[in-house]
């Protein structure tokens, strides 16, 4: 009786090993393979994969350029308004509907702006307090951008309410830029597992795009200008089409690349990947070029022109996203 009982406790115990060897395993295993958890900012929910994205700076940057961005602004629109006759010179109201409070004279109109403010916030609220779960890393990064660049965009267009000029309408036109790219980048990015532009890239676009929109709004004659944006905007519109449709994070800015590669593509269109994005991108073009001739014939500012191009290309996109989905 005794050995049996000896025999009995030995191969549990040699059991209980067994076990403990099975769950350490498991629990090594699933270290190795389920990705490591991400904490991010601004959020409740810490489960998020660790992914090497580039948007992670998105946020920071933008926030950094709104302080360089707003300090000279700021010293700018104080100078004209504290000064009465460089305010008569300089900042033109509509004084049909002007209500002055206190030493603002279109408090209306700086008063309006507190929209984008509250729905900004709003949409913080809205996304970080009920549906904090997101799946894709990189839409939060963005969705954080596009917070960011609604609650800045009313604090600049305050700004620019208080002295309306022509020089200060890029104060009220910048955030606006930010604001559709994101949105634009944020839709397509629902359907993409790797980055679709470099963020360092992105920005450095932008600030070609403010170049641009400042001489503009700073210089009579434009001519040149509109000379420019007809050579470089179809060119650049066809490379950043390409380089969203072939999926490249690092883009190439090879147009002879894309036109071969295109054009071996289109031999066979029955291969061609995902063919209703390449004809959303194709009406995308066609219709900017459409915007591009008209701005040019009826004289249209280039800061209205771009708005317009982003709000078309905003549009259609999410149209495009809408049908994927129901599809």
Same mark, same amino acid.
């Given at each position: 009786?005794?050995?049996?009982?000896?025999?009995?406790?030995?191969?549990?115990?040699?059991?209980?090993?067994?076990?403990?060897?099975?769950?350490?395993?498991?629990?090594?295993?699933?270290?190795?393979?389920?990705?490591?958890?991400?904490?991010?900012?601004?959020?409740?929910?810490?489960?998020?994969?660790?992914?090497?994205?580039?948007?992670?700076?998105?946020?920071? =940057? =933008? @926030?950094?350029?709104?302080?360089?961005?707003?300090?000279?602004?700021? !010293?700018?629109?104080?100078?004209?308004?504290?000064?009465?006759?460089?305010?008569?010179? !300089? &900042?033109?109201?509509?004084?049909? &509907?002007?209500?002055?409070?206190? %030493?603002?004279?279109?408090?209306?109109?700086?008063?309006?702006?507190?929209?984008?403010?509250?729905?900004?916030?709003? *949409?913080?609220?809205?996304? +970080?307090?009920?549906?904090?779960?997101?799946?894709?890393?990189?839409?939060?990064?963005?969705?954080? &951008?596009?917070?960011?660049?609604?609650?800045?965009?009313?604090?600049?267009?305050?700004? #620019?309410?208080?002295?309306?000029?022509?020089?200060?309408? !890029?104060?009220?036109?910048?955030?606006?830029?930010?604001? %559709?790219?994101?949105?634009?980048? #944020?839709?397509?990015?629902? /359907?993409?597992?790797?980055?679709?532009?470099?963020?360092?890239?992105?920005?450095?676009?932008?600030?070609?795009?403010? +170049?641009?929109?400042?001489?503009? @709004?700073?210089?009579?004659?434009?001519? +040149?200008?509109?000379?420019?944006?007809?050579?470089?905007?179809?060119?650049?519109?066809?490379?950043?089409?390409?380089?969203?449709?072939?999926?490249?994070?690092?883009?190439?800015?090879?147009?002879?690349?894309?036109?071969?590669? @295109?054009?071996?593509? +289109?031999? /066979?269109?029955?291969?061609?990947?995902?063919?209703?994005?390449?004809?959303?991108?194709?009406?995308?073009?066609?219709?900017?070029?459409?915007?591009?001739?008209?701005?040019?014939?009826?004289?249209?500012?280039?800061?209205?022109?771009? *708005? %317009?191009?982003?709000?078309?290309?905003?549009?259609?996109?999410?149209?495009?996203?809408?049908?994927?989905?129901?599809?």
């Amino acid at each position: 009786m005794l050995s049996t009982n000896l025999i009995e406790t030995e191969s549990e115990n040699n059991e209980s090993i067994i076990e403990n060897d099975i769950e350490e395993e498991t629990d090594s295993l699933q270290q190795i393979f389920s990705p490591k958890n991400d904490q991010l900012p601004f959020s409740s929910s810490r489960n998020k994969r660790k992914i090497q994205t580039s948007y992670k700076h998105s946020w920071r =940057l =933008l @926030l950094l350029i709104s302080i360089f961005y707003g300090l000279p602004t700021t !010293q700018y629109i104080f100078y004209q308004i504290s000064d009465p006759e460089v305010r008569k010179e !300089q &900042c033109y109201f509509n004084n049909k &509907c002007v209500h002055q409070v206190g %030493g603002i004279v279109s408090f209306n109109n700086v008063i309006s702006n507190l929209a984008y403010i509250l729905l900004s916030l709003t *949409l913080y609220y809205i996304i +970080f307090k009920y549906d904090n779960t997101f799946q894709n890393v990189r839409e939060y990064y963005l969705i954080i &951008c596009i917070i960011i660049s609604m609650l800045l965009e009313g604090v600049y267009s305050s700004l #620019y309410h208080l002295c309306p000029s022509r020089v200060n309408l !890029q104060f009220d036109t910048t955030f606006m830029f930010f604001f %559709g790219v994101f949105m634009i980048i #944020y839709i397509l990015q629902k /359907n993409r597992k790797n980055d679709l532009i470099d963020i360092s890239k992105l920005f450095l676009f932008m600030g070609v795009l403010i +170049f641009i929109n400042t001489i503009n @709004l700073t210089l009579d004659n434009n001519s +040149f200008e509109w000379i420019f944006v007809i050579i470089i905007f179809p060119i650049s519109n066809f490379i950043i089409s390409a380089n969203v449709y072939f999926g490249h994070t690092n883009w190439s800015f090879n147009i002879f690349y894309f036109i071969c590669r @295109l054009r071996h593509s +289109f031999t /066979n269109i029955r291969r061609l990947p995902n063919i209703s994005y390449l004809f959303c991108l194709i009406i995308i073009n066609v219709l900017n070029l459409c915007l591009l001739i008209t701005s040019i014939s009826k004289n249209i500012d280039f800061s209205k022109f771009l *708005l %317009g191009t982003l709000c078309i290309d905003m549009i259609i996109v999410l149209i495009h996203h809408i049908a994927f989905k129901i599809n």
